[in-house]
Antibody, heavy 118, light 110 residues
C-alpha cells in the first residue's frame, strides 16, 4: 500500500524559503509515475504546485514557476518542495501525492499546514 | 477564479440523488480525462472517480461520473449523511500546461 507523509516547518517567515519533504513508502519512486505537490489555503480550494518524474523531469504551475523547485531523492524515496519569497498568501495545507498520466492523484499524504507569518 | 466551474453548494435529502456539474473548455475537459475527489474537513482529498467514469477499488457504485463535450458530472445516488463533504473536479489543461481544479462543491444532505 502506497503511503505518503509530508514533513517540514509549520511556520515560515515572510520572504524566506518554505521547504517540505514527502516520504514515500510502499512504492519505489524510481519505479515510475510522476509525484507532485498540491496546496489548499484555509477554507479555499485546491491548487496544483508541480510534479516531478523519477528521472527529474518537472512540470510546474506557471503562476508559481519562478518561485518553485520540486526535486526527488530516489535513495531516500522522497520528494521535496521549495517555495521561495513566501508571503501570507502562501499559507496553506500542503499535500504530496502520486500523479497518474491520465491527470489525477491516486495517493495523497495527510497534508501539513504551513503558516507564513513573522 | 477557478478554470473549472462548479456550483458552490448542492443539497438533497437522504436517499435521493444529486449531481454536481463541472464546466470547462476545449483545452481542458474537452480534450482530457476528468477526475473527482471527495474531501472531508481536515482530511486529504480522496480519489472518487478517474478517467471520466471509473471508480477506484473500494468506491461504491453509488458514485458515478460522466463527461460530455466540455462539461463533466458527478452523480451520487442513495445519499447518506456520510456523503456530506466537498467535491472537486480536476483535469489537465493543454493551454495552461497545468493540472486544474474546480472551485469545489459543498454537498449537504438535509
Amino acid at each position: 500500500q502506497v503511503q505518503l507523509q509530508e514533513s517540514g516547518p509549520g511556520l515560515v517567515k515572510p520572504s524566506e524559503i518554505l521547504s517540505l519533504t514527502c516520504s514515500v513508502s510502499g512504492y519505489s519512486i524510481s519505479s515510475g509515475y510522476y509525484w507532485g505537490w498540491i496546496r489548499q489555503p484555509p477554507g479555499k480550494g485546491l491548487e496544483w504546485i508541480g510534479n516531478i518524474y523519477h528521472s527529474g523531469d518537472t512540470q510546474y504551475n506557471p503562476s508559481l514557476r519562478s518561485r518553485v523547485t520540486v526535486s526527488v531523492d530516489t535513495s531516500k524515496n522522497q520528494l521535496s518542495l521549495k517555495l521561495s519569497s513566501v508571503s501570507a498568501a502562501d499559507t496553506a495545507v500542503y499535500y504530496c501525492g502520486r500523479f497518474r498520466s491520465d491527470g489525477y492523484f491516486d495517493y495523497w499524504g495527510q497534508g501539513t499546514l504551513v503558516t507564513v507569518s513573522s | 477564479q477557478s478554470v473549472l466551474t462548479q456550483p458552490p453548494s448542492v443539497s438533497a435529502a437522504p436517499g435521493q440523488k444529486v449531481t454536481i456539474s463541472c464546466s470547462g473548455s476545449s483545452s481542458n475537459i474537452g480534450d482530457n480525462y476528468v477526475s473527482w475527489y471527495q474531501q472531508f474537513p481536515g482530511t486529504a482529498p480522496k480519489l472518487l472517480i478517474y478517467d471520466n467514469n471509473r471508480r477506484p477499488s473500494g468506491i461504491p457504485d453509488r458514485f458515478s461520473g460522466s463527461k460530455s463535450g466540455t462539461s463533466a458530472t458527478l452523480g451520487i445516488t442513495g445519499l447518506q449523511t456520510g456523503d456530506e463533504a466537498d467535491y472537486y473536479c480536476t483535469t489537465w489543461d493543454d493551454s495552461l500546461s497545468t493540472v486544474v481544479f474546480g472551485g469545489g462543491t459543498k454537498l449537504t444532505v438535509l
